[in-house]
């Protein structure tokens, strides 16, 4: 078992300085200060209950929206605007969720704001009461952007909402959240229950009801981003300069998963990528992922020395990450969402969002710490012995399937116990460039 925790960490390094097992869907404290003054109230019952998530595309913000800066409601122009309520019939949209929606009066821009008991203060950043001229979106008064996605059936009192970092959550207006305090909801990404603090200013904070935990900044989307014929290219001083770049076959398996391919060559030279012999001749390893409704999940690997397969197929990394998670995603690796931020490399997607950075614990084998952006992917790696792989860019690669990685496809329990008694083939000599 032990030498299947080092591939695990063989895996974090052939990945191009990927990331071993890994998920972090379980929230820790993340900010001592604020959170023990916080008293979780108890979970309904009715929370117990979620449904299905169905097959919903991840909305485009549109530009205008995600410039545009609205003002927090205080708490005194909350209950100002709540004596002004009017008993009128109440307007809003056609879905149960919505039906007793009320429009309060203007905020500090003017925008109209409305009142749910089951959702608290929000506004569709509309003038004119009744109009909601950016279709699906709201803003919610301390919470933030939330698209609506609808209810599980017509006209039940429930909604699906896209967050734009915790992704996709569930809520009920049978939960019993209430404007003043608490809003119940269902998390996908962790698929955890959980509760928020109502406030009228950020940060955000939450309470996890699976983990008994408090949390606040986390960010969802796909961590990997592993699109046919992908590539990414990272350097490091190692060894007096290392260029090591990852790769995605073009042609999946029939079961969907992919072939992950990392190949390195000692100096400082833009790729590895170049064209299909130099990347095969120079590759060190690669791994069989296969994405799944939370994340990508690692089935095999293939480095020097080493065909195995992995037991139960465990998520080398989830949707969501969230800051001050702590969890066990593997025998022997603890995992430990360090930050949720920007992080270094980010800038070779000429991207500036938030990504999450998360340290491995391997029993026996050291820490290594891995940095990633949603829709990027890797952009850091530090090993257990303090090499740094940093991404300097990314691009599409024309250079067809790698075969020496493609054998990852036959590990099996044979090739697995064959590598744990160091008797596997050794087909990776650019692996001996990596001393991680």
């Not at 490091?236 to 770049?245: A, D, F, K, V, Y």
């Not at 391919?261 to 833009?270: C, F, M, N, R, W």
């Not at 075969?403 to 692996?431: C, D």
Request: with cysteine; proline share 6%; aromatic share 12%.
């Amino acid at each position: 078992m032990r030498k299947l925790i080092i591939f695990v960490s063989l895996a974090i390094a052939i990945a191009g300085c990927g990331g071993g097992v890994q998920q972090a869907t379980v929230p820790g404290t993340t900010d001592a200060q604020k959170a023990p003054a916080m008293q979780a109230p108890a979970m309904p019952q009715s929370l117990r209950n979620a449904p299905a998530l169905p097959a919903f595309a991840k909305p485009q913000i549109p530009a205008a929206l995600s410039a545009m800066k609205t003002p927090e409601l205080t708490p005194q122009r909350a209950q100002a605007l709540s004596a002004q309520r009017s008993t009128k019939a109440p307007e809003g949209r056609a879905t149960g969720f919505f039906a007793n929606e009320v429009a309060l009066g203007p905020d500090a821009n003017g925008y109209i704001v409305y009142y749910l008991p089951a959702l608290g203060y929000y506004t569709y950043v509309s003038t004119v009461a009744g109009q909601r001229p950016i279709p699906g979106w709201l803003y919610k008064y301390g919470f933030g952007w939330l698209y609506d996605l609808g209810s599980s059936s017509p006209g039940s009192s429930d909604v699906y909402f896209y967050d734009q970092e915790l992704g996709f959550i569930y809520t009920a207006t049978g939960f019993g959240s209430d404007a003043a305090n608490y809003l119940y909801f269902y998390h996908f990404g962790s698929g955890h229950f959980m509760v928020y603090f109502q406030s009228f200013s950020f940060p955000r904070f939450f309470y996890d009801y699976n983990t008994g935990r408090f949390f606040s900044k986390s960010v969802f989307g796909d961590m990997l981003a592993l699109a046919s014929s992908h590539g990414w290219n990272y350097q490091s001083p190692l060894g007096g300069g290392i260029t090591l770049s990852t790769y995605v076959d073009p042609t999946p398996f029939s079961d969907g998963s992919v072939v992950f391919v990392g190949s390195a060559v000692l100096g400082y030279v833009t790729t590895v990528l170049t064209d299909h012999n130099t990347a095969e001749t120079n590759a060190v390893g690669g791994l069989n992922l296969v994405l799944r409704g939370d994340g990508y999940h690692l089935l095999a690997e293939v480095s020097a020395g080493s065909l195995a397969s992995f037991p139960g197929a465990p998520l080398f990394i989830g949707n969501s990450l969230i800051e001050g998670a702590v969890s066990s995603p593997y025998p022997g690796v603890t995992e430990t969402v360090l930050n949720v931020g920007p992080q270094p490399g980010e800038s070779a997607c000429g991207t500036t969002r938030d990504g999450a950075k998360v340290r491995y614990d391997v029993a026996g084998n050291g820490s290594w710490t891995l940095s990633v952006v949603p829709y990027c992917g890797i952009t850091q790696f530090v090993a257990a012995s303090g090499a740094t792989f940093t991404l300097q860019s990314t691009g599409i690669y024309a250079i067809g399937d790698l075969s020496k990685a493609r054998r990852v496809q036959s590990a099996n329990l044979v090739t697995t116990i064959m590598s744990i008694l160091g008797r596997g083939k050794q087909e990776f000599p650019a692996a001996s460039l990596i001393k991680l």
